[in-house]
């Protein structure tokens, strides 16, 4: 494939299984071999690796999603640079939920094989993610 074939695929799978929530269509984007640099060590690897990472974080924030501010590509690698927003709705982390909302700025890279993603790596602002649902306090807050 293209590095513009690569980057409109990677687009589509943001926007089927990241933002419409549709765990069938992993299948159709995922690589058998994938592996999660992202993730923790037992769901590094292969497609149910990534179905577990969704579901886990779609019962945390049921209306979470990723929008696209830039993606580029070159050759089999595309990143991205967005936006990942939600409400925590759910347990996250053994936290219960706080009903709160969060957007934070997110970058990920993928390596493209046959079609599709089999590599992934992430750079996501984790301590402003938990700040902004209150699981741990603003810098110079009250302790």
Do not use: C
Not at 80 to 85: F, H, N, Q
Not at 119 to 139: F, K, S, T, Y
């Amino acid at each position: 494939m293209s590095a513009e074939e690569n980057r409109i695929m990677v687009r589509w799978m943001i926007e089927e299984v990241w933002n419409a929530h549709d765990h069938g269509a992993i299948d159709d984007f995922v690589a058998r071999d994938y592996f999660n640099h992202a993730a923790v060590a037992e769901h590094w690897r292969g497609i149910e690796g990534a179905r577990h990472i969704q579901r886990w974080l779609e019962a945390a924030f049921s209306d979470s999603r990723f929008d696209i501010e830039d993606i580029i590509a070159d050759g089999d690698m595309v990143a991205i640079r967005g936006k990942a927003s939600g409400t925590h709705d759910g347990e996250f982390m053994g936290r219960p939920p706080t009903g709160r909302r969060f957007s934070v700025d997110q970058v990920y890279w993928f390596r493209v094989a046959g079609g599709k993603v089999a590599e992934h790596w992430a750079v996501r602002d984790n301590m402003g993610h938990a700040r902004q649902l209150g699981l741990i306090p603003e810098p110079g807050a009250a302790r």
